[in-house]
């Protein structure tokens, strides 16, 4: 009851902040209100809400009574985000605070001004020579769209004119000097740089290229050089303390010659390999590190931040490793994230590499790869979702919303672990461990999520998971 109190707030929260609002979203809120005030006694019972000196017995809290508005106000005037704070606080230290660093302590408001007037004269510049260089013409009326650009060259190897209706299509077709929105620091656009590179617009890139475009919402990126160059697989599977790696490779091998690539990814099932089996191959190319980067839930052109996936051997620090999980697809039917969970798993990535091409591997494919250790998903029992109270399934947990994990192992209890293309993440997520009522005194920052035998998949860990998972 307690735990689904809190749970109840952080979705109304989550909910509320949405740049898409409907009237299903309008139910879910007020459902996440309903809940809270379903299980908020638990909170009092357990002397959790307190003052400074003893527990408060009731919730006279204006702010939470003003919760019961909230719906109301989205459904007469629109998102509540549009009317949130940031971008005028923002506003104050673009116009304000940054002009008067470059002033001498006198007459600020009028050297604020010319600060400000002689910044939209060098802005003014710079898009009117993006679109210059870019041959953009506004005064072109023809009805043709943005074609392909492998096929937009005319017969000088010029671009042609071309429509743009949007402000997207503008930023995307204008290569400005300096960024016209947002911060002065851009966010480095993955997609376009796959897409660059797809299309042969970035000489001498090595190959395979070290930037791909995964699905229509993902894009992996990896560094130029790998962190261990041409290491044997015995080596690598001792110094990641993985010791079925060669036999996970062999099986890839075997799997790979035998399905399409874009069939059903299967992670785990009986070992076809054997502890010394022969490989076409004997050098790993390894890398540490990669970087995942996606696009808005509600906006799709809109590109995030790009996360770092971890994947390092054990060191001092981190003596069983250091290393994330993330979404993994396994299904190229289903496609993330509108897809949920369906068709997709959560994994360790415990190492990244590509193969050494030899002669004798014709038939498995240069590509990026990940050893990863699969988790299965714990059966709850959640009415809401099933309908019946005794039913077990792949469901949320009904009073935290969240997935409750375990690591599969196989009948002989070692981890499942197995090669998986690096081209089927999807997504970093957070794994929670679940302590239960006593902790264990032994489990540290470093070693909670490989000693812990169950675990949260944590949907607060950014909003664009939330909705995903919600």
Known sequence: MFIGAIRALLDFRYLAQAKVINEATCDQIQKALHDFHLYKQAILDAGARRGKKKAILNWYIPKLEFLQSVVANIQ????????????????????????????????????????????????????????????????????????DPDTFVDKLGEQSHFNISTTADLLANVDFVSPLIGSTRPTVDYFKIASQLKLGQIPNAPHPHRTHQSSPNSTFHLTRDPSFKRMLVDDVATLFNLPDL????????????????????????????????????LYLEVWNQLRIQTKEYHAPHGVLAAHTVNAYPPSPEWPLGHYDSVIANVDPAEKWPQSGLKGHIVVDVRVVFRIVPTLAMQHIPDQFLAYVQRFDIVPQVNQSISGSRTAKGPFPNPYSSLYILKRAKRADQRIIGDILPLHRIRALVDIAPRFGDIANKTLTAQNSTVYSSEYSLNKYFDKELFWALT
């Open 246 to 281: 060669r036999p996970a490779l062999g099986d890839y091998g075997q799997r790979i010659s035998q399905t399409e690539e874009s069939s059903t990814t299967l992670i785990g099932g009986r070992r076809l390999s054997g502890d010394t089996c022969a490989l076409p191959f």
């Open 76 to 147: 007469l005037n629109g998102v509540a985000i549009q009317w949130s704070a940031d971008t005028t606080e923002h506003a104050h230290i673009e116009v304000v605070k940054d002009p008067t660093k470059s002033a001498n302590n006198q007459n600020h408001e009028p050297q604020i001004c010319r600060y400000l007037d002689r910044l939209d004269k060098l802005r003014d510049f710079d898009l009117a020579t993006g679109i210059r260089e870019s041959k953009l013409d506004f005064r072109f009326r023809g009805d043709n769209v943005i074609p």
